[in-house]
């Protein structure tokens, strides 16, 4: 039983160990060779937050949007809408609903990166995500997203 423990703790610090080993190469890959530059640290630093922001994107019934209003298509159907009640919103909260055409077969995964791209391709990281909900018209996924911070959208 004990020997199982040493062997469990030895994975763990091998484990971390190789990712430890992993952001030193690419460290060294990303300064080594070029000169100093803020903005590779920016990257670095977007890129932890990349990781750390998601840990889970609420699901928002669509019965809970109303005054759903057409805007444009670029990609994407978007729409503006008042959300009825969010946790930690005032109640009829205006939102940006953005529609992933052909989306109705996606995976949670795939969701979640496209929900990833769409917050971080501003880059001002004005964006935040609300959660996903989705059409039951035309059954595609749909990205919420706060209107006061929906940036360049």
Known sequence: MGNDNSKNKNQDLESKLKNVEDLALKLNKNFSTTP????????????VDKQR?????????YKNFKDVMYINEDGYLNYSA???????????????????????????DE???????????????????????QNPLTLNYVIVIDFLFSGNM
Request: avoid cysteine; glycine fraction near 2%.
């Open 53 to 61: 922001k998601f840990i889970k994107i609420p699901w928002i019934p």
């Open 82 to 108: 008042k959300l009825r009640s969010f946790p930690n919103k005032i109640k009829d909260t205006k939102v940006y609903l953005k529609e992933l055409i052909n989306s109705n077969k996606m995976t949670q």
């Open 111 to 133: 969701l979640k990166l496209i929900a990833t791209e769409i917050e971080y391709n501003d880059e001002k990281n004005l964006t935040e995500i609300l959660g996903i909900s």
């Open 36 to 47: 100093f530059q803020s903005d590779l640290f920016d990257k670095l630093s977007l890129e």
